[in-house]
Structures are given as structure tokens and as C-alpha cells.
């Protein structure tokens, strides 16, 4: 099988393929998803050289909204930033000089991640703007004229919303469409027993053997360079990690000795004042006799 990170960028942008895209769509949003065309953007990078491409694929759904789909094999530190900032660019792309704010497109920010991206139990997690109230707890809603103009319920459906799929931590057996697609995602491989919307048609239309003998050299190497990076950055942290234990190691070792050589200061001072009390005490007993 073709991965789908490989397909986002090159297959999965004919519309004759647009199926397996609202497929895992479809499944992720709980929605009939249709693309109607794939977007351009600055960070819609299609060579060989984009390993750490900003967005792999921005379309526009039959509602006018858009779905930026992005894979990110390496780890970043501000990661969270950065799909913010991809957001915020989206939005202001696809607004003309001089048109309304209410022109400004709903988007769906979609991270497909194979490293370990904040702290938490799950493996896929939703984010989306509330308007709660502080006093009443209740959440603001659109008026009535609000919501036939804009076609959305509540304040906060106007704003962006985030799913981020935590790939290396999905470890179950897929039970749910949501787990068929994140199996696929993890492994490459979808069974014949699978029935989530698009990996049907994955399964027809991602297959090794279709790729032509340069498309699959191109493949190849984009995967042996990924694995490069993954080992680098491993062998950078294990490392990093053994120099501070090392270091670690080093400064106990002088602290202790340190420690060490107070005490034994503490105890020779201490000896050395019972040793003048004694003293003290001696002359007095004499004095006394005497």
C-alpha cells in the first residue's frame, strides 16, 4: 500500500480520488464531507525536497469551507504554534482586500502526527472556540438572522477547529471507522475486512504496483530519508540524554564529595570544641580542690 501521507500530496489531489479524502473525512468530522477542488497555497509543496511542508493539502468542501490536512513526521517543539499560524494564514488567503468579515471562511485544521505531541491519554483530540457564559454557564448563540445568513447555531461554529490524530499512540484494534483509518494511517495496510467510508476505495487505488518505476523510486527515497531524519533526531536525544546523565553523574559525584569534606569539617570543629569544654571543665575542678 501507497501511505497516505505519500497519496495527500500526489494522488489524493485528482478528483477521480477525491473519494478517499471524504472518506476519512467524513469519518473524522461525523459529516457528509465533498471536496469540491483542491487549493493552492505557499505551503502546498509537491517536490521531493518538502520533508517538513507547512500544510500537505488545503481543499474546499461543498459549503465553502476549508480543510487544511497536514502530516508531520518530525518532532517540533512548537508544533501547536505553528498549526495556529497555518490557520491564521488560510483565513487571510482566501479573503479579498475589501470584502466583508463575513467572508471569512470556517476552517478545519486536520494534524496527522507520528511523534509524541503534548501529554494526554488519547489519541485523537477536538479543539473549537466556546462562548460559555461566566455567570450562567450557558453557551452565546447566534440571533435568528445570524444563523439563517451564516448557516451555523452557535458563536463558536464560526470559529477554526483543530483535530490533531496522535498516530504512534493508537496501539488498539480498530473496532470503530475512526480506528479503521487511524490503523491504516499507523501501519500503511488496510484488511479486507475494513468498511470505513474511503478505504475501500484506498485499498483499489493506493496499491504499490500502480506506481510507475520513477514514481517509486521518488517513494522510496522519500521514506529512507524519513527514517534518516527519525534516527538522527533519536540519536540526538539519546545522547543528549546520556550527557546528562554523565553530567548528571559528574556534579553528584563532586557534591558528595563536597559534602563530604563539610561534614568532615563540621565534625573536626565539633571535636574541637568539646575538647576545649573539657578543658574548661578540668580547670575548674582543680580550682575548686584547690
Request: avoid cysteine; aromatic fraction near 10%.
Amino acid at each position: 500500500m501507497i501511505r497516505f501521507d505519500w497519496a495527500a500530496k500526489r494522488l489524493l489531489r485528482q478528483k477521480s480520488n477525491f473519494v478517499v479524502l471524504e472518506g476519512f473525512l467524513s469519518v473524522l468530522l461525523n459529516d457528509n464531507i465533498k471536496i469540491v477542488k483542491i487549493l493552492e497555497s505557499e505551503s502546498n509543496k509537491m517536490d521531493s525536497d518538502d520533508k517538513f511542508n507547512r500544510v500537505d493539502m488545503l481543499a474546499e468542501n461543498g459549503r465553502g469551507e476549508l480543510v487544511i490536512i497536514e502530516v508531520q513526521n518530525t518532532r517540533e517543539l512548537d508544533y501547536f504554534h505553528r498549526i495556529l499560524y497555518g490557520v491564521s494564514k488560510a483565513i487571510t488567503e482566501y479573503i479579498s482586500e475589501g470584502e466583508p468579515y463575513s467572508k471569512v471562511k470556517k476552517v478545519y485544521s486536520i494534524s496527522i502526527v507520528y511523534f509524541d505531541l503534548g501529554q494526554g491519554k488519547d489519541y485523537v483530540y477536538h479543539g473549537k472556540t466556546e462562548f460559555r457564559g461566566i455567570h450562567n454557564n450557558d453557551i452565546l448563540h447566534l440571533s435568528a438572522n445570524q444563523q439563517k445568513q451564516f448557516r451555523y447555531q452557535e458563536v463558536g461554529d464560526l470559529y477554526p477547529e483543530y483535530y490533531i490524530l496522535r498516530v504512534d499512540d493508537f496501539d488498539k484494534n480498530a473496532v470503530t471507522p475512526l480506528d479503521e483509518w487511524l490503523l491504516f494511517l499507523k501501519t500503511g495496510e488496510i484488511s479486507e475486512e475494513a468498511k470505513a467510508p474511503g478505504l475501500p476505495e484506498a485499498r483499489q487505488r493506493l496499491q504499490r504496483d500502480t506506481m510507475s518505476k520513477e514514481e517509486r523510486a521518488k517513494y522510496d527515497a522519500h521514506f529512507e530519508s524519513l527514517r534518516y531524519q527519525r534516527s538522527v533526531l533519536h540519536t540526538g536525544w539519546f545522547e543528549g540524554r546520556e550527557e546528562g546523565r554523565e553530567e548528571g553523574l559528574v556534579e553528584g559525584r563532586a557534591e558528595g564529595k563536597a559534602e563530604r569534606e563539610q561534614l568532615k569539617a563540621e565534625l573536626k570543629e565539633k571535636e574541637k570544641k568539646e575538647a576545649e569544654q573539657a578543658t574548661r571543665i578540668a580547670e575548674l575542678e582543680r580550682m575548686l580542690k584547690s
